[in-house]
Each structure stands twice: as C-alpha cells, then as structure tokens.
C-alpha cells in the first residue's frame, strides 16, 4: 500500500536530473569496486538488528525496506541479506548496558513499519531506564512525506526524547509534501536534525548545499552531518574526493552561519568508524603564536594566551 503511494510521490518528481540521479540505477551499479559491508556492522551485531559499535549508543536496523532504494546506500548488502530484527532480544541486550544511553533507529526506513510497531518499538525502548534519548533515521520525508500524518506525529510526541534525523541531499527533494510532513513534526516539539550524502554529480557545489542548509534551518531543521559517500559496492562514481570536500565546506564556512554548518564526517574502513574533518586552517605554529588563514583565504597572525 505505502509502496503504492511512494511510486506516485516519487515518479512525479523523477524528471528532475536531481532525483533521477539518486535513484535509477544503470550498469555502473555493476562495477565489482568497493565492499559488501563498508562499517563493518556484522562484526558489531549483538543481537538481531542491534549494531553496537560505539560505548553510548546503539543501533536497531528495524527493517531492510525502504521507500526508494539509493544508489549509494551504505547498508545494500541488507536488501538481500537482512537477517531481521527481534525487539525482545534487543531490549534483553540494552537492560544490560548501563552505559549506553542513546538508540538509533534505523534501516532501511523505521517508518515503513505501521505506526503500531513504531510505538512498541518506542514503548519497550523509553521503559528502560538507561536509554535516555531515541533517534530516528529516516528518508521518508523526502520519498514518502504523506507517510506522516497527524496520529503518527502523536504516536511519536508521546515518547521520551526523540529526535528524528532526516535523509536529504538537494533542494529540490524540498517540495510542499516534505514541508507539510516537517512542519507536523516541528510543530509538535519533536527536534529534527539532517544528514546529507556528499555525492559527485548531485549536490558537490557550495551553492546547492547552501541552498539547502538555509532552506532546512528556514524549516527548523538543523543541519548535522555532511557524510563522505562511504565504499559500498557500486559506489564508485558517486565518491567525492577528500580535497574537493574541504574546499566545499571552507567556502561553507565563509558564506553560511555556523547554524546551517553540519559537520564533514565519513567513516573509515575496516570498522574504524565515524571520523570528522575540518578544513585546516592553522598553518604554522610557534610557541603560543598561531599563523592561521581565513575563509578567504587570507592569512592572520594570533597570539594565543
Ligand atoms: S533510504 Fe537510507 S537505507 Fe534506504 S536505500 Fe536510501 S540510504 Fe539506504
């Protein structure tokens, strides 16, 4: 059924270079560079569909279905190989794990689900005393937004700290649907934070990515993270190199207030997890005096305490 009507939402937007892009595949999907599992999660699965790699926080892949299925997914492997997800056996896992406070909620798209397994999932997971904040990942804003509706938002609202952290990419995934949908969740008091896939082709321009941070914080969302597409199979042509990547956001930095900055993040192979970079700006540095260059590029003299 939901399907059904992602297929509408989605179709009538696909003419635009910015969404065919992101989701028609081609014969380059064939190429044999990059690996299966780019995070390495397998090695960090605890119990079915619990991923705990980092001391405070874990994640539940709640299902491996999605509105629409991206070209430059990091976690492809699980649309064939998702071994499921078991609620009991996640929150056995978490009741014994004092020092994780923090769950993500992820996939494939949490809200695939029906609102009713969301609220058991949210129900059993704010029962618990140690997990003091939920976050959900999801793009169904920008592939399903008539998804969210007024009784999913008072499912939602009802729960302990949730923030929802949305997938987009490019400013033209802002449509009257995706701004209905985010003004249901704002409105209600539910935070929302972005993550967006630097991708070659798309979006690796300053001034589409400025576009749509401005527009984002305009809508009350906060910009978070800016991710390196990651090494997963077919990937190949959406990666954006290292330099290019700074180079955007120093002139980020330069032209947009630090509210609409996110952070340039990507993750290291072989499980060495999530890394953040900034663009170098000290560029020499003797005793407490630092030679440190601008946004523009020019270079100052500052004497540290
Ligand atoms: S919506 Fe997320 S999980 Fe689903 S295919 Fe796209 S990137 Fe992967």
New binding site residues.
């Given amino acids: 059924m939901e399907f059904v009507k992602f297929n509408t939402y989605l179709t009538g937007l696909i003419h635009k270079n910015s969404f065919k892009k992101q989701f028609v595949f081609n014969l380059t999907e064939l190429v044999r560079s990059g690996v299966q599992d780019p995070l390495d999660e397998e090695k960090h699965i605890k119990t079915k569909g619990l991923i705990h790699r980092y001391p405070d926080r874990v994640v539940l892949t709640v299902t ?1 279905r ?5 070209r ?5 492997n ?2 064939k190989n998702f071994s499921g997800f078991e609620l009991d056996g996640a929150i056995n896992y978490l009741k014994n794990k004092k020092h994780v406070r923090e769950v993500l909620i ?4 949490p809200f695939t689900l029906s609102d009713k397994q969301i609220d058991d999932i949210l129900f059993q997971l704010s029962n618990l005393n140690n997990i003091e904040v939920i976050r959900i ?3 169904v804003f920008t ?1 399903n937004p008539k998804r969210i509706k007024k009784e999913t938002v008072d499912i939602l609202k009802k729960h302990k700290s949730l923030w929802l952290a949305i ?1 987009i990419n490019h400013p033209d995934e802002i449509t009257k649907e995706f701004k209905k949908a985010v003004d249901l969740i704002a409105n209600s008091g539910i935070p929302i934070v972005s993550q967006t ?1 630097l991708l070659k082709g798309i979006n690796d321009d300053h001034r589409i990515l400025k576009k749509l941070f401005y527009t984002l914080v305009k809508l009350r969302i906060k910009p978070y993270y800016l991710f390196g597409c990651d090494q997963a199979l077919g990937n190949e042509k959406f990666r954006v190199p290292i330099e290019k990547s700074l180079d955007i956001m120093r002139k980020l930095r330069g032209n947009i207030s630090g509210l609409c900055m996110p952070s340039y993040a990507f993750d290291l192979p072989n499980g060495g997890g999530k890394i953040i970079l900034e663009p170098q700006n000290i560029l020499e540095r003797k005793k407490n005096i630092y030679r440190i260059k601008n946004f523009e590029g020019k270079e100052f003299v500052y004497n540290d305490i």
Avoid: I, P
Avoid at 66 to 70: L, S, V, W
Avoid at 106 to 109: L, N, P, V, Y
């Fill in positions: 491996n999605c509105f629409a299925y991206c430059f997914c990091f976690r492809k699980n649309w992820s996939g494939g798209d990942g999801t793009r592939s997938h896939v």
